[in-house]
């Protein structure tokens, strides 16, 4: 009886190695590891971003729910689920316009985005004294309290 267990296990253990060494030679890309699987319960299907599953092709840009309304209000998405931002967007692509480290302006920098309806459209550094003293927080809501860095350069 014995025997027979040990000729089972050896089977199943061969079995294991084999379907393991086949994995190394798969054509179906390996997930990232900052892949919306690490969502756990509740996460969304593959077919959700990409067309060809096998191949991990992604859907274009436009199929994603990325309207004016969407990029108004992401701080709101992105403070509840940012692992699900994660699944598609590194930290460097917040920073582009949330580091504020550069002086261009969203708008100008992304120009055929359709967050260009934002408040930093044209000509907004002479005009953002107005906004700023009729209604201050929402200054603050991107740009903190008024010792911001980026005030003190020029309101000294």
Not at 83 to 107: G, V, Y
Not at 124 to 133: A, C, F, N, S, V
Request: overall charge positive; some cysteine; hydrophobic content about 35%.
């Amino acid at each position: 009886m014995n025997g027979a267990k040990f000729c089972i296990f050896s089977m199943l253990a061969a079995a294991a190695l084999a379907i393991s060494a086949c994995s190394l030679f798969s054509s179906e890309a390996s997930l990232p590891a900052w892949h919306a699987e690490e969502l756990g319960e509740g996460r969304p299907i593959c077919a959700e971003c990409h067309e060809d599953q096998i191949r991990g092709t992604l859907k274009p840009f436009a199929s994603f729910n990325h309207s004016r309304d969407f990029i108004k209000n992401h701080r709101l998405y992105a403070a509840r689920e940012a692992q699900l931002c994660a699944s598609c967007h590194k930290s460097s692509f917040c920073n582009d316009c949330h580091a504020n480290q550069l002086e261009i302006k969203p708008s100008i920098k992304l120009g055929n985005r359709p967050d260009r309806e934002l408040i930093h459209r044209g000509d907004y550094l002479t005009l953002h004294k107005i906004d700023g003293k009729i209604d201050p927080g929402s200054c603050y809501k991107c740009h903190g309290r008024t010792n911001n860095d980026k005030c003190v350069v020029c309101h000294r």
